[in-house]
């Protein structure tokens, strides 16, 4: 490569980095609003399940927690993000720092359930929603109990 | 219609209604977080087309944005909740459950432009984003120019 290009292309990855660059608190905001979402579409398949089941709005949800599930939020764990507040004060566990691979076989069974709940909400069978929703919430679960300071 | 199926439909209707009930205070938080969420994946994609170009991390971003505002959070602007706090006060100016014409027009837009993202995303074009992410953008903006209260 010749020099021209070396500087052009490391000028763009810093401006890439620098672009990409997201406060603590905001970190800490964006993470907390992930999972306040997707608490609202684990509640609406909840609610259809036990109640008048909309296929359409299963969907909806269903495709809301996939989506989210699968945006990468593990960027928001930003080293310094152990403590501070965004919407509130983070309930982030030091575990989420120290213990990578428990983290990761969590967040992996995680989307596993979320990309297998869309799926299923697609079919419109009301009883598999339901007990997926189970699987699904047992993930949810599993690493709250493990990396989330209860309430 | 016999009787017994009339009561029996009936009851599942009530049950699912009674099941959807969300507080006033949640569907606050509820619709914050949605956006807090959308908010962070527009950062993103910005940040991808002011930089270094992620093709993966624009295509997360943009389908986490497109599943949000798909999801139908219009269903959290339940009535009584033009007051009140969720993660903080909200800031839902009343013209939302007045002019709802206005306000009908601004989510089909918003939505049109979103799906559109996500197309746009999947094809990796860079600059296609980058126009894009103006007029998915303005749609925000148009929407909170006459819906949100200022910071």
């Known amino acids: ?14 401006a890439g980095t620098a672009g990409a660059q997201v406060k603590p608190e905001d970190a800490i905001k964006f993470r907390q609003s ?7 579409n684990m509640q609406r398949i909840k609610a259809n399940v036990e109640g008048k089941f909309d ?14 599930a699968n945006s990468g939020m593990g960027a928001l764990y930003l080293p310094g993000t152990d403590k ?4 509130e004060t983070t309930r982030a ?5 120290t213990e990578k691979e ?5 967040a992996v069974a995680f ?32 690493c709250h109990d493990d990396f989330k300071i209860k309430d």
């Open 102 to 106: 428990k983290l990761g076989k969590a």
């Open 84 to 87: 501070g507040k965004g919407w």
């Open 93 to 97: 566990k030091p575990a989420i720092w």
């Open 55 to 68: 296929k359409d709005e299963v969907v909806k949800a269903a495709n809301a927690i996939q989506a989210i």
């Open 34 to 40: 992930g999972y306040g979402f997707m608490a609202w």
């Open 1 to 14: 490569m010749n020099k021209k290009l070396v500087i052009a292309l490391l000028a763009a990855t810093i």
């Open 111 to 142: 989307n596993k359930e979320a990309n297998e709940m869309a799926k299923v909400a697609a079919t419109g069978d009301a009883a598999a929603v339901k007990e997926q929703l189970g699987k699904l919430g047992s993930t949810c679960k599993g």
